[in-house]
T-cell receptor, first 114, second 113 residues
Framework: DGGITQSPKYLFRKEGQNVTLSCEQN?????MYWYRQDPGQGLRLIYY???????QKGDIAEGYSVSREKKESFPLTVTSAQKNPTAFYLC?????????????FGPGTRLTVT | GEDVEQSLFLSVREGDSSVINCTYT??????LYWYKQEPGAGLQLLTY?????DMKQDQRLTVLLNKKDKHLSLRIADTQTGDSAIYFC?????????????FGSGTRLLVRP
């Protein structure tokens, strides 16, 4: 897990509520990523940020929002517009010296919405 | 298009070798990676290979790259029960400077005692 913290590990919410997942890093990496993992589907990119105050949509950004006000932090909000929010969410960092493209992952947050 | 494919499941007996295969589509990828995920945890980088290499060995792990066929494999020698996990192959497309990785769907390795 290195220097990446995701909290909480398990999160339960009622349908219709927004929920924010935390991701903090002390690796001094510029880039941060949010992935969603569903059984048998691997990882799908939600949002990523290469630098403070800038972020880009990934492949499945609808129903999610992010902010990047500090280098160390990249919180993900799962909004009520996300139709199927129950999943395992992984935060990662990258952009380190070598090798290019290597990413470091946090321990993940399992979100259950009922 | 970008796509990375892996078989979903592999079962081996403890002590045998495991071979996990992956095919990718982006020939411009500079690096190719193998990540391991244990139950309920994040991914950890196992090893990587630079695209101008054919093989890389790291203790019990051997990575083979066939660029012509866009085929990557991970061989684990003397597989142990602690190797049971999901293994993801990933590519890093050269043309994309965002450091995005494209992941396969993962191969679940089960090691039987």
């Amino acid at each position: 897990d290195g220097g990446i913290t995701q909290s909480p590990k398990y999160l339960f919410r009622k349908e219709g509520q927004n929920v924010t997942l935390s991701c903090e890093q002390n690796l001094n990496h510029d880039a941060m990523y949010w992935y969603r993992q569903d059984p048998g589907q691997g990882l799908r990119l939600i949002y990523y940020s290469q630098i403070v105050n800038d972020f880009q949509k990934g492949d499945i950004a609808e129903g999610y929002s992010v902010s990047r006000e500090k280098k160390e932090s990249f919180p993900l909000t799962v909004t009520s517009a996300q139709k199927n929010p129950t999943a395992f969410y992984l935060c990662a960092t990258g952009g380190g010296l070598a090798p290019v493209g290597e990413q470091y992952f946090g321990p993940g947050t399992r979100l259950t919405v009922t | 298009g970008e796509d990375v494919e892996q078989s979903l499941f592999l079962s081996v007996r403890e002590g045998d070798s495991s071979v996990i295969n992956c095919t990718y589509t982006d020939s411009s990828s500079t690096y190719l990676y193998w990540y391991k995920q244990e139950p309920g945890a994040g991914l950890q980088l196992l090893t990587y290979i630079f695209s101008n290499m054919d093989m890389k060995q790291d203790q019990r792990l051997t990575v083979l790259l066939n660029k012509k066929d866009k085929h990557l494999s991970l061989r684990i020698a003397d597989t142990q029960t602690g190797d049971s996990a999901i293994y993801f192959c990933a590519e890093s497309p050269q043309m994309d400077s965002s450091y995005k990785l494209i992941f396969g769907s993962g191969t679940r390795l089960l090691v039987r005692p």
